[in-house]
């Protein structure tokens, strides 16, 4: 295979995926390079049946195989929250700044020990004809009480990563690329993407 389309219009997440896949030797295209193929409602209620809605419309549509990724951070002291409604977690304009100065009020007075937090995320890969397979992974950290680091996208300013003694955003994307929970996705991906192609899987 020497191309895939990630069923995204996310800028963030497809510079994220076209690094991880160049590694690999294959060229990322997205929604963004199919504007025809119209959005779908994510109804599910989990990560996984988010993706797994997302990568089969664009599969039927495109009538090629695509993966799509749902994904999002659940808070603790949140009760899990804003999960699958990240992106729209302060309205449906899906603002980056909105949802993290919610988030920080939100936790306002919560010490530090008490705002563990994870990213989830949900990788569906859908090809015509085949039943849809799903991988998940996360990414453990802390909610910060300021955002820090130009980096990444969503969350990431505010999402302290404790083995590196940083947020996500003050990481390099080499950085952030080995360490998070899209990469850990990709990497289970990887590891049953034989199965998941079989014989006569992929686009060349
Ligand atoms: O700081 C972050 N670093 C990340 O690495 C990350 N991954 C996901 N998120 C958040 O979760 C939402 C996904 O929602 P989501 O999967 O529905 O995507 P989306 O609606 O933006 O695009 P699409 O892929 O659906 O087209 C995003 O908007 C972000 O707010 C992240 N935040
Ligand atoms: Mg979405």
Not at 141 to 159: L, Q
Request: net charge negative.
């Amino acid at each position: 295979m020497t191309e895939i389309v990630i069923a995204t219009k996310n800028a963030g997440k497809v510079r994220e995926f076209a690094a991880l896949f160049e590694k690999r030797g294959i060229e990322v295209k997205s929604l963004l390079d199919f504007p025809d193929v119209p959005d779908v409602e994510e109804t599910g209620s989990t990560f996984a049946e988010n993706a797994k809605i997302k990568a089969e419309a664009a599969a039927d549509r495109l009538r090629r195989p695509v993966i799509a990724d749902d994904s999002g951070l659940a808070v603790d002291a949140l009760g899990g929250r804003p999960g699958v409604y990240s992106a729209r977690y302060a309205g449906e304009e899906k603002n980056d700044a909105r949802n993290i100065a919610k988030l920080l009020s939100e936790l306002e007075g919560v010490p530090m020990e008490k705002r563990t937090a994870r990213f989830h995320c949900a990788l569906a890969v859908a090809i015509p004809g085949r039943p849809t397979a799903v991988v998940e992974a996360t990414c453990d950290g802390y909610i910060t009480e300021a955002p820090r680091g130009e980096g990444g996208f969503g969350y990431d300013p505010v999402f302290y990563v404790p083995e590196r003694g940083k947020t996500m955003a003050e990481l390099a994307p080499d950085e952030k690329n080995v360490i998070s929970h899209r990469a850990k996705a990709l990497a289970k991906l990887e590891e049953q993407w034989d199965d998941i192609i079989g014989e006569k899987g992929g686009s060349e």
